[in-house]
């Protein structure tokens, strides 16, 4: 993870529709629906050099200490 132990809310769609190059680079057209198309909206972040933590709703950033669940 980029940013182990924080997490935050951010809004995805619930369905994309993307051109990409399948493995024979030819022109395809992909649907997704729910959480495989968070998934690629995640990966096209990454493409686009962007990270969770540029996108994540204002206040709802949680810090979890591993150390403090443990006790």
Avoid: Y
């Avoid at 992909?30 to 962007?50: F, P, T, Y």
């Amino acid at each position: 993870m980029s940013f182990p132990n924080k997490f935050g809310k951010i809004t995805r769609p619930n369905e994309v529709t993307v051109i990409a190059l399948n493995e024979k680079g030819e022109r395809i057209k992909l649907k997704a629906k729910e959480l495989l198309a968070q998934a690629i909206c995640h990966e096209v972040d990454h493409l686009n050099g962007e990270l969770f933590i540029d996108k994540i709703i204002p206040g709802s950033l949680e810090i979890i200490n591993p150390d403090e669940q443990a006790k």
